[in-house]
């Protein structure tokens, strides 16, 4: 956790507002890499401070399915982002295309992809993640 919360410009929970659009995720607009991006209406901002709605940007990239997160109109999240600029526009990306957990009925937060690394796949609770969050470092010093 203290690794993915150190590189995490901020951590935020809330929910998705709109369907996704696709954009060109390069400065030029000219590639064939494209950007899924939709509105995230914040509740609550774990690291850093900011509006109450931001755009969250998913990159299309060649992975396995399931070790990318993917982000559905239907539920509440906790988001670990970089921000980023394309074109002038803000956008927030997660953190390595990983850094998603769901929040279910129940309080419970697990991940949205089956990446192979050692990042937590659950949490019992919003509070848990958040004591986890406030021992991380506020950054990361190593090399990726």
Do not use: C, H
């Not at 659009?21 to 900011?50: H, N, Q, T, Y």
């Not at 394309?86 to 295309?97: D, W």
């Not at 957990?101 to 992809?113: F, H, S």
Request: glycine share 10%; hydrophobic share 40%; net charge negative.
């Amino acid at each position: 956790m203290s690794e993915l919360a150190a590189r995490a410009d901020s951590i935020v929970v809330g929910t998705l507002t709109r369907s996704f659009i696709e954009e060109a995720a390069d400065e030029e607009g000219v590639s064939d890499l494209v950007s899924r991006v939709a509105d995230f209406k914040v509740s609550k901002w774990l690291k850093g401070d900011g509006p109450t709605s931001i755009p969250i940007a998913e990159l299309q990239l060649n992975l396995a399915e399931d070790e990318a997160a993917t982000l559905e109109g239907d539920g509440d999240y906790v988001l670990f982002l970089e921000k980023n600029t394309v074109r002038g526009a803000v956008r927030y990306n997660l953190v390595g295309g990983v850094g998603a957990y769901r929040i279910g009925a129940d309080g419970a937060l697990k991940r949205t992809e089956k990446a192979m690394d050692t990042f937590p796949a659950s949490y019992g609770s919003l509070s848990e993640l958040d004591v986890a969050v406030a021992k991380a470092p506020t950054k990361w010093t190593e090399f990726p």
